[in-house]
Nanobody, 126 residues
Framework: QVQLVESGGGLVQVGGSLRLSCAAS????????GAWFRQAPGKERMFVAA????????DYADSVKGRFTISRDNGKNTMYLQMSSLKPEDTAVYYC???????????????????WGQGTQVTVSS
């Protein structure tokens, strides 16, 4: 099993940037594909980005393409989400997730992921 802890959330102005981190412990993070999801108040948890265990493949939601970048450092057991050009609609609790399978085109399905962090709040003010 792997345990995940997010950090790096906070309050940022429109157009600003933030980098989220997801620290993994337990089993080696390199055994898992990783993903980021987000959930705004009153809305469903939505896919943001996913990355293969070795970083060789990535997928993004259309709403964040060109603005967000997912990456990982398996040596540090950490996954990242670099967010730029932030918009008010990016405001949400951001969750990292992991699974032993990289789902490619179906990476957006919440049910594919067995391991989740507790979330970190990102608020974009206008």
């Amino acid at each position: 099993q792997v345990q995940l802890v997010e950090s790096g959330g906070g309050l940022v102005q429109v157009g600003g940037s933030l980098r989220l981190s997801c620290a993994a412990s337990g089993r080696a993070f390199s055994d898992y594909a990783g993903a980021w999801f987000r959930q705004a108040p009153g809305k469903e948890r939505m896919f943001v980005a996913a990355i293969r265990w070795n970083g060789g493949s990535t997928d993004y939601a259309d709403s964040v393409k060109g603005r967000f970048t997912i990456s990982r450092d398996n040596g540090k057991n950490t996954m990242y989400l670099q967010m730029s050009s932030l918009k008010p609609e990016d405001t949400a609790v951001y969750y990292c997730a992991a699974d032993s399978v990289y789902y490619g085109r179906t990476s957006y399905l919440v049910g594919n992921y067995h391991y989740w962090g507790q979330g970190t709040q990102v608020t974009v003010s206008s």
